[in-house]
């Protein structure tokens, strides 16, 4: 029998605190970097939060349809390994149960992108009626026009 080669010989295991680019002890790598694709939230006018909301909704979509395939890949190779015990789909119903968890994550996360719809849609029912009744109660004063006096 061939003897088996470790890929990763020499590599630092996770838990054993050799890889550390963060200068803390024992701390994860990528723990000082934040990243998030949603950016600051600002919000100081309707444009603010419908984009916001917007951005929200349309990530949370891509990550749903993300995890959900990565729950079909899961299971599918999870149902691959031959049951312990021989049991005539054994190994299918196991994997079903574990991937079970990643598709109500994608389930969770479709969820939180209609939530960032409807919060955009709450935010036009219950603000928009008094935005738009300051917006038509503001004088509109005529604009000088800049003349060099040529």
């Not at 006018?45 to 909704?57: F, L």
């Amino acid at each position: 029998m061939a003897e088996r080669t470790d890929p990763f010989a020499g590599a630092p295991r996770p838990g054993t605190g050799q890889h550390n680019t963060n200068g803390k002890a024992g701390g994860h790598p990528y723990a000082s970097i934040s990243y998030s694709p949603l950016a600051d939230p600002e919000f100081f006018t309707n444009a603010d939060i419908r984009n916001y909301c917007e951005r929200a909704r349309g990530e949370f979509l891509k990550l749903s349809f993300e995890v959900a395939m990565a729950a079909e890949v899961l299971q599918a190779v999870l149902k691959e390994i031959p049951d312990p015990e021989a049991r005539l789909f054994g190994s299918q119903a196991r994997a079903r149960r574990v991937a079970r968890h990643l598709k109500r994550t994608a389930t969770e996360a479709r969820d939180a992108a209609k939530n960032a719809a409807r919060t955009y849609a709450a935010f036009q029912r219950e603000f928009d009626p008094e935005l738009s009744a300051t917006a038509r109660s503001r004088p509109t004063r005529a604009r000088r026009r800049f003349d060099f006096g040529l």
